[in-house]
């Protein structure tokens, strides 16, 4: 085994640690279906658990694309490889300038709100949350086709 196919291996086990779990974290708060603040609180720390995983392999991808890029720099002159990168990015971007911002106050809210029943206000604000977080999704789902097909 090449250097180059531990670096294929370990790209591929990253997008799979990586976009798996990314791709389904907003389901787990909204296909349980919580009922009060105790489930949903539960909810948010599984996806929490998630999200490290996702972190995880995310930095993985980039670290093991971008080397296999200068391994085979003719990448850098390929459609799908720019497309994707670029794309990654933006995709990276979506954390400081649009989740974060969006997850604040529901994290606020989870830790400060008192009562059982879930207040109107965590629904308008996991809806902007969970809208960003289904556009990310469609640019990961994206790399991923670039990848596998690697159209241009």
């Known amino acids: 085994m090449t250097f180059y196919d531990i670096l294929v291996f370990i790209h591929i086990f990253s997008a799979i640690i990586g976009m798996g779990p990314g791709l389904i974290?907003?389901?787990v708060v909204t296909k349980a279906k919580p009922t009060n603040m105790t489930?949903?609180?539960h909810a948010f720390a599984i996806r929490?658990?998630?999200?490290?995983?996702?972190?995880?392999g995310g930095t993985l991808l980039l670290i093991t694309g971008i080397w296999m890029g200068f391994i085979n720099p003719y990448w850098f002159s390929q459609g799908w490889y720019?497309?994707?990168l670029i794309l990654f990015l933006v995709a990276l971007a979506f954390g400081p300038f649009l989740l974060k911002p969006r997850s604040i106050p529901i994290k606020?809210?989870?830790k400060e709100y008192q009562g059982e029943e879930i207040p109107e206000t965590y629904y308008r604000l996991s809806k902007k949350l969970f809208k960003a977080e289904h556009i990310e999704n469609i640019i990961f789902i994206i790399i991923i086709a670039l990848m596998i097909t690697k159209p241009f």
């Open 25 to 27: 974290m907003t389901f």
């Open 39 to 41: 489930e949903l609180r």
């Open 48 to 56: 929490n658990s998630l999200h490290i995983l996702t972190m995880v």
């Open 108 to 110: 606020k809210l989870l």
């Open 82 to 84: 720019m497309t994707s």
